[in-house]
């Protein structure tokens, strides 16, 4: 009889904790990786020039809002899930500072290195842009070395760190979600007077912020079940599109040239926390492409840049095959070529185990 009950109280605590594992992934998360994998992709290949470059105003402005308003969330995205996955897994500074930062350097250098390779072999030269002083040194690291779009992972690892001390102040001031909110307001509001650069860690700050406050929404409530989920849920998407119609009427100039700031906008941080908020209720995997796109996601982003800057092989290639009519195209077809070429090469690194940990 003791057996029975010693046996079923080990099946039922091994039930409860196969529950707990299967909350840690979030489902949803798999699908926005997808998404905005692709959205980068689309971004650095200038894959929507047909729409841009049209001569119908309306194909124009579509082309420039997908850009702006789409396209630009996804490099928030995915810090709000990296974010979120800190708070909600209680990563404390040994694991941060042991494991985190350390494989995220790993990449960092990891792609530096083969990036160095690539130009030098493509071009014959490599401007190393930065000289000896700390802070030059400083900069060219913070602005991704000799790949720009790296500055990615040294932001991540920047507000990484930050989220952990934020974790901690959280604590320390009875788990004050206003308090985040004011916080918030004002790192996104300063951001607006002090525009920095696309590469810039500051830009960043606000998400830190985000992601803990929708966190803490989420632990009680499970969002989009019950009505006033759903409120706040159409709340922040209100603000989200509020905001961004306020950018467009004022972030242009006589010219309707559009002057946004890439990163420092708070429309951003609201449209990634609205969506952050909304795909917590997904409780399904995505198929096909996307769950493919989604797994190879970090591979993807770090080899697809090398594909079209600095020569632009794809570019050539069309200027030479498509006729004049269909040359608005090409970049769209850039995008296809570079996102197909980068999955196939993510997966023969994976092929080798000790490269395998840098995709």
Request: glycine content about 4%; hydrophobic content about 50%.
């Amino acid at each position: 009889m003791k057996k029975v009950i010693i046996i079923n109280v080990i099946g039922q605590s091994l039930n409860l904790w196969s529950r707990v594992m299967k909350k840690e992934h979030y489902k949803g998360f798999d699908f926005i990786r997808g998404y905005s994998c692709l959205a980068v992709v689309l971004w650095h290949s200038c894959g929507l020039t047909f729409l841009v470059d049209s001569s119908i105003l309306i194909l124009k402005n579509l082309g420039n809002a997908i850009y702006y308003n789409v396209c630009l969330l996804a490099v928030p995205m995915f810090f709000q899930i990296s974010l979120f996955l800190i708070y909600s897994q209680q990563r404390e500074f040994s694991y941060i500072l042991g494991k985190r930062i350390p494989r995220l350097l790993k990449i960092y250098l990891f792609w530096n290195v083969v990036g160095t390779i690539i130009i030098y072999f493509t071009q014959r030269e490599v401007d190393l842009l930065f000289s000896l002083h700390v802070k030059s040194l400083l900069l060219w690291f913070v602005k991704g070395g000799v790949r720009p779009e790296l500055y990615f992972l040294v932001s991540l690892i920047i507000i990484t760190i930050l989220a952990t001390f934020n974790q901690y102040f959280f604590k320390i001031s009875k788990k004050s979600i206003s308090l985040q909110l004011i916080l918030l307001l004002i790192s996104s509001l300063a951001l607006y007077k002090y525009q920095f650069k696309f590469w810039s860690p500051l830009n960043f700050i606000p998400y830190t912020f985000s992601s803990l406050i929708v966190f803490e929404l989420t632990k009680k409530v499970n969002p989009l079940t019950t009505k006033n989920s759903k409120k706040l849920f159409f709340f922040i998407l209100l603000t989200f599109i509020f905001t961004t119609i306020v950018e467009w009427l004022f972030m242009q100039d006589m010219h309707s040239k559009i002057v946004f700031p890439i990163y420092s906008r708070m429309s951003l941080v609201i449209g990634s926390s609205a969506i952050l908020y909304a795909i917590l209720a997904i409780n399904h995997l995505p198929n096909g492409f996307i769950a493919l796109v989604s797994q190879y996601s970090l591979g993807i982003y770090c080899i697809h840049y090398n594909l079209i800057y600095p020569n632009d092989y794809f570019g050539k290639i069309w200027s030479h095959v498509l006729p004049n009519q269909l040359a608005l195209i090409g970049n769209t077809l850039t995008f296809c070529m570079v996102t197909i070429v980068s999955i196939i090469l993510v997966k023969l690194i994976r092929n080798n185990k000790i490269l395998a940990e840098f995709t």
